[in-house]
């Protein structure tokens, strides 16, 4: 009887160190996990990056040029902010008469801009449905279809040559974000002045013109997801007036 008491107990310490081990790696491998760039957490608290069902970022992937537009349009729908506020109009005056008059204005021409998109998706619907395959190689159910249709349509930031499923590079993607930012012009403009085929000394002066030198490190190297969505945060703080 004493034997079967003293290998119970010694089953039951063996036992008890075992799972404190356990718990005790588990704790460790929590606290050894490499807290997230708040750039990247702050792009997840507003759903633009996104993980799998699993909540995996694979944030060390090299990125696809669709994914990386598909993170520019989800910013790009982002509230904007505006650095003029007006303040609340006096009653019967002439300054309410001209704030309501400019309000109503901006007002009808929103809904003109949204009716004519919604237009112009449906007759990119129709057109594209007539023809044989579909734009970009990619069916109009992947989950990509939207926001390039939103990028060509709306954005102009690609043309019906461009290639989703291909690796995004830095330079493309900086080419890109300053589309995004409204810069394209000046980059093209750069080229010619500079006789810059290449483009990426081009694309150093327009980011340095606008604050932006701190995108340059993507210059000649494969973009990760992690870099694709450091880029996407700086369109955001460009489009915000924030960060």
Not at 86 to 93: C, E
Not at 187 to 205: I, N, T, Y
Not at 216 to 225: N, P
């Amino acid at each position: 009887m004493r034997t079967c008491v003293r290998r119970g107990i010694a089953l039951l310490v063996t036992f008890v160190v075992i799972v404190g081990c356990t718990g005790a790696a588990r704790a460790q491998a929590a606290q050894a996990a490499v807290p997230l760039d708040a750039r990247v957490q702050a792009l997840l608290d507003l759903h633009i990056v996104l993980g799998t069902p699993e909540g995996d970022l694979h944030l060390d992937r090299q990125v696809t040029n669709g994914e990386f537009v598909v993170l520019l349009e989800r910013v790009l729908q982002q509230p904007q902010l505006t650095l003029e506020r007006l303040g609340p109009p006096l009653a019967g005056s002439e300054t309410n008469n001209w704030i309501r008059a400019y309000a109503w204005t901006r007002g009808a021409w929103s809904r003109v801009l949204d009716v004519r998109k919604k237009i112009g998706h449906v007759w990119f619907g129709l057109r594209t449905s007539q023809t044989e395959g579909s734009p970009w190689g990619i069916q109009r159910d992947n989950w990509l279809f939207t926001s390039l249709r939103d990028a060509y349509l709306d954005d102009k930031l690609i043309d019906l040559s461009f290639q989703p499923l291909a690796k995004m590079s830095g330079s493309d993607g900086i080419n890109m974000l300053l589309t995004a930012a409204g810069f394209s012009g000046e980059v093209a403009a750069m080229k010619v002045q500079m006789k810059d085929p290449v483009g990426d000394v081009s694309l150093r002066v327009v980011c340095r013109q606008h604050g932006l030198d701190s995108v340059m490190e993507f210059v000649g190297k494969s973009l990760t997801r992690e870099d694709a969505a450091v880029l996407a945060w700086r369109l955001l703080v460009e489009r915000t007036n924030s960060g």
